[in-house]
Structure formats: C-alpha cells, structure tokens
C-alpha cells in the first residue's frame, strides 16, 4: 500500500510535502527519498513527531483540523490511514484544501469496507461495521474540496505466522483478549489467511 501511496505523490513531482498523521516517520522517511521532495512530518502526537524528528525529518505537532501551515504551502500532502479518525471530517478536508496551492495533490490512504473480511468473520469482530470514512463512502467529502477525485483500490494477502500476530493486530482495533482469539481459531494449528483490501483516494485542489 505504501509503494502506491508514494507513488502517487511522486507522479506530481511536488517540491513540498506533508504527511499528515505520520506516526513514527517511517513512511514519510521513503516519501521524502523516494519523491525526491522536501517532505515535512506531522503528528497530533508529540512523542510521534519526536521519533519522526529522529530520522532527520522535519517534523511539527500539530492538529489536522488545525494546521500551523500558511495558505498554499504545500504541492502535495499526504494523509495515510489518519483521517477517519478525525471528529470533523470536513474541517479538516477543508484545512487540507487550505495548505494546498491551486493545482495541488491530496493522497489519503483508506480501508475498504470489507478489509481482512475473511479474520473478522472466523473471530466475530468487525472494526469497520459503522465505518465513518472508508473507500465506499470517502469520495462524496472529498469532493466538497477536491477535483477531480480518483479512486484506486489495492488489494494483498495477508499471512499471519502465529497467533500472537493475530493477537497484535487485534489489539490495534480495541479490547480483543486471548481467550475471546482461542475460541474464536479453535483447534486450528495456524492463523488464516486473509486479503488487505485498501483504496488510494487522488484528489486535486481546483
């Protein structure tokens, strides 16, 4: 997912860019060497923008609703698996559109209503069962901001080699215990097998 995220910025071959929601930089360590750009890392988390800081980044907290950018800063930002969990949306769509100049490119990277469906069935959880901001439905408040909009579904195979990574990833998605994860697996020797289904949103600021 990340090589067509990155690869999505490069195609406009920004100068400047953002990543918005960074966490640790590690992705926005490749962005800024793979576009070739000077790539600025944010974090709503300061111990978050202290690691990306680590890798040489430059890397600011704040708040994606309330970016401390002016108006047009940016060719090019990047919001990867971070805006679903904003309590405006829009507010802070609109604020995305703001540090963008004219002609600038937005990459938000999503989940798919039907993400690793094949694990959520056989332990009875669904993270994304009143999904707020997902491929299906991400598009409209884009829109209000952006055009023209592009979707790009990406799909992948996830193998997982035991049930503690099982478990970690569960644990990513709430309160999930060991007992809930052995009763769900059952006699099973290995944890199964199940399909990445994500979505590259590509949006232009008119």
Do not use: K
Not at 63 to 87: C, K, M, Q, T, W
Not at 175 to 200: E, I, K, M, N, W
């Amino acid at each position: 997912m990340e090589d067509v995220a990155i690869a999505a910025v490069a195609e406009a071959a920004p100068e400047r860019v953002v990543d918005v929601g960074c966490g640790t930089g590690d992705v926005t360590e490749r962005l800024a060497r793979e576009a070739e750009a000077q790539v600025v890392a944010l974090d709503l988390s300061p111990r978050m923008a202290e690691l990306a800081a680590a890798r040489g980044l430059p890397a600011v907290t704040g708040d994606i609703e309330r970016l401390p950018f002016p108006d047009g800063s940016f060719d090019a930002v990047l919001a990867n698996r971070v805006l679903y969990h904003l309590p405006d949306l829009d507010a802070g769509l609109a604020e995305l559109a703001r540090i963008l100049r004219p002609g600038g490119r937005l990459v938000v990277v999503v989940y798919r209503a039907d993400h690793l469906a094949e694990l959520w069935e056989i332990v009875g959880h669904q993270p994304l069962a009143n999904p707020t901001f997902v491929a299906e439905n991400g598009e409209a408040p884009l829109a209000r901001h952006f055009e023209p909009v592009e979707r790009r579904d990406v799909t992948g195979t996830a193998r997982f080699r035991s049930r503690a990574g099982v478990g970690r990833l569960l644990e990513a998605y709430g309160d999930f215990s060991d007992v809930d994860l052995a009763a769900a697996l059952g006699d099973r020797a290995a944890p199964p097998v199940a399909t990445y289904r994500q979505c590259v949103f590509v949006a232009s600021r008119p």
